[in-house]
């Protein structure tokens, strides 16, 4: 795994992405920002929950960091003026979904070392993801790995 050795100070370390290889990723959630009847293209936070139904959170910070730790999906709750956050359950509709039933096989991270973690890409055996923060907001997004000479996908820890 590639690290970034950096630390959020908000939020500390958070989880270690190496804990992350060898899970076997089954069911997704998702938050979504709703306003006007209209939802954002992007998530609010992302949960891949395991086949030992371990719940991973993925979102940013308010310091712009990229946050992963453990814990369960909230539910949906309204903000008035500022719309709602919707929260669905077995999400299709996020960069994992095409990966729901595969292993994690290598993981990479980078990092600032002013707010810590900013990406994550995860490696399964059909491609990646890489979840990074940007401009604060949580961006998702499908990394195709090339194939090796023998058609099989790298594995390992990066």
Not at 42 to 53: N, S
Not at 64 to 84: F, I, K, Q
Not at 101 to 125: H, I, S, W, Y
């Amino acid at each position: 795994m590639e690290s970034s050795n950096a630390v959020c100070p908000a939020h500390g370390p958070g989880l270690d992405p190496a804990s992350l290889i060898g899970r076997r990723m089954v069911r997704l959630a998702a938050s979504w920002h709703v306003y006007e009847g209209r939802r954002d293209d992007t998530p609010v936070d992302l949960w891949l929950i395991d086949d030992l139904g371990v719940h991973v959170h993925v979102r940013t910070g308010a310091d712009w960091c990229l946050v992963v730790d453990h814990s369960v999906p909230y539910e949906s709750y309204d903000m008035a003026a500022w719309g709602r956050i919707d929260v669905q359950t077995d999400s299709d509709e996020t960069a994992f979904a095409r990966h729901r039933g595969d292993t994690v096989l290598a993981v990479r991270e980078q990092g600032d070392p002013v707010t810590g973690r900013m990406a994550l890409e995860l490696d399964f055996a059909s491609g990646g993801v890489r979840c990074e923060s940007w401009g604060g907001d949580l961006r998702v997004t499908v990394v195709d790995r090339p194939e090796r000479p023998d058609g099989s996908a790298p594995t390992g820890r990066g």
